[in-house]
């Protein structure tokens, strides 16, 4: 008497290949297009601009400004944390035109250009657009 049990079937296939050669080919396609991807994201981080600001003389020049300005406590807490977020505002939108920003102080060596004056220009606008916009 035949064991059905121990016989074995034909072997599974798809479209007319086995399911082992269709694992591996999916695993070498999977494994090229993550390799591209890869590739692309290096590349892309070898173009972009490494620049410095000296964030700490930005932040000292407005201080030292604000508490001879004469304001009241809660006047100067308002605009201090409107100067923050205009001072991350500004080094955010560096880092979306594909800069790497760099605190000036954190840099031992080297000829890396120094963004302080972009960054003050630019957080003097949005101050100004701020105080056009709360009268």
Do not use: C
Request: net charge positive.
């Amino acid at each position: 008497m035949r064991n059905i049990l121990a016989t074995s079937g034909a072997p599974r296939r798809f479209a007319g290949v086995s399911l082992g050669a269709l694992a591996l080919s999916a695993s070498l396609l999977g494994s090229t297009l993550w390799g591209a991807w890869a590739t692309h994201k290096i590349v892309t981080l070898e173009r972009r601009e490494v620049v410095t600001v000296q964030l700490s003389r930005i932040m000292s020049d407005f201080v030292e400004a604000e508490a001879r300005s004469g304001r009241p406590p809660e006047a100067m807490k308002t605009r201090v944390e409107t100067y923050l977020k205009a001072v991350e505002a500004s080094v955010a939108k560096l880092g979306k035109q594909g800069r790497t920003v760099l605190v000036a102080e954190a840099v031992v060596a080297g000829t890396v250009p120094d963004l302080t004056g972009e960054v003050r220009a630019d957080v003097a606008r949005r101050m100004g657009e701020l105080a056009h916009a709360s009268r």
